[in-house]
């Protein structure tokens, strides 16, 4: 079965350090990628997505992320972290048998510390 | 911020009650899901609808059942509560297109006595 990983379940980084989140996913054809992040106290929010053309794809306050298809990876990165980034990292692929479904990792809990 | 609502956001019912939590969304979404998220686990789609009375069981099985009478309404329902139902449920709407976005609501946290 198809599925997402995240290698980092709690990081921990201070203020301007920079950030790179984990994501591997199993399907090897063609992939439509996301990630999501949820603030403390608010709804789950899409931060990027990948669905054809460039493997750079910016996101919102900052974010970016990189599909590199070798190596099954969508990571995360964000050159330097602010208080504000503190929240759950969601990393989502949508479902191979083409529906409009998503498959989600386990999460990564970001805490910065100011 | 996303027009998807979900009531209660907590609840916390005795063994056996029958529930249902509600999911309302403004934005004319065509797709409608159900995950159940557990405390440091990933989401697992319950339940998803592709259109008013389109209902299809996700990926993870559960015990709850939806239904789409209105487009913007897809309640979650559970004859019988039971402590294994204990956990947070997320609704999300799409538009329907393949890479679109779902929008989600800000959950139910659910505990069962």
């Known amino acids: 079965a198809q599925s997402v990983s995240q290698h980092n379940h709690h990081v921990i980084l201070s203020e301007a350090a920079s950030l790179e989140l984990g994501c591997n996913y199993s399907?090897?054809?063609?992939?439509?990628l996301f990630w999501y992040v949820q603030y403390p106290g608010q709804h789950l929010q899409l931060l990027l997505k990948y669905f054809s053309g460039d493997p750079l794809v910016k996101g919102i306050k900052g974010f970016e992320a990189e599909f590199i298809k070798s190596k099954f990876s969508f990571n995360l990165r964000k050159p330097s972290v602010q208080w504000s980034d503190t929240a759950e990292y969601f990393c989502a692929v949508r479902s191979e048998d083409s529906s409009y479904k998503l498959i989600f990792g386990s999460g990564t809990r970001l805490l910065v510390r100011p | 911020e996303a027009d998807i609502y979900q009531t209660p956001r907590y609840l916390v019912i005795g063994t056996g009650k029958k529930i249902t939590l509600e999911c309302s969304q403004t934005m004319g979404h065509d797709k409608m899901y159900w995950y159940q998220q557990d405390p440091g686990m990933e989401l697992h789609l319950i339940h998803y609808?592709?259109?008013?009375?389109?209902?299809e069981k996700g990926d993870l099985s559960s015990e709850s059942t939806v239904s789409r009478i209105r487009t913007e309404h897809f309640p979650l329902t559970l004859e019988s509560a039971r402590p294994s139902h204990t956990s947070q449920y997320l609704c999300?709407?799409?538009?329907?297109?393949?890479?679109?976005?779902?929008?989600f609501g800000p959950g139910t946290r659910l505990t069962v006595l």
């Open positions: 999300a709407s799409s538009a329907g297109l393949l890479a679109d976005t779902q929008y």
């Open positions: 399907y090897g054809g063609t992939v439509n």
């Open positions: 609808s592709y259109g008013v009375n389109s209902t």
